[in-house]
């Protein structure tokens, strides 16, 4: 089964940028039909941030359209959310996620497999 792992979260201000990556293992993730990445800010509930399936349809949450870019790299196992133009409200623990099936949408429960999460943190 795949296994997900997060990396590339910190501390940055506000108008700086990090690139998350998700790096799979035991399988290639392009097993999946779709993969996302989710964040959870203190004190709230987890929401979706990006998606992509393994047609390379994209969606993002309409808060960083525009800012945040979700892409994947074949050859290194690799997904990536580049984030640009960081707000404060962007800080949150950020996971990956894999699902399988033919829906590709942000409703939690369609995702089998999670990464353990990188915290990102973004100061005004």
């Known amino acids: 089964q795949v296994q997900l792992v997060e990396s590339g979260g910190g501390s940055v201000q506000a108008g700086g940028s990090l690139r998350l990556s998700c790096a799979a293992s035991g399988a290639s993730y392009s097993t999946y039909y779709c993969m996302g990445w989710f964040r959870q800010p203190p004190g709230k509930g987890r929401e979706g941030v990006a998606r992509i399936t393994s047609y390379r349809t994209i969606r993002s949450a309409n808060s960083v359209k525009g800012r945040f870019t979700i892409s994947q790299d074949n050859a290194r196992n690799t997904l990536y959310l580049q984030m640009n133009s960081l707000k404060p409200e962007d800080t949150a623990m950020y996971y990956c996620?894999?699902?399988?099936?033919?829906?590709?949408?942000?409703?939690?429960?369609?995702?089998?497999?999670w990464g353990q999460g990188t915290q990102v943190t973004v100061s005004s």
């Open positions: 996620a894999a699902a399988s099936g033919e829906i590709c949408s942000f409703e939690e429960t369609r995702y089998n497999i």
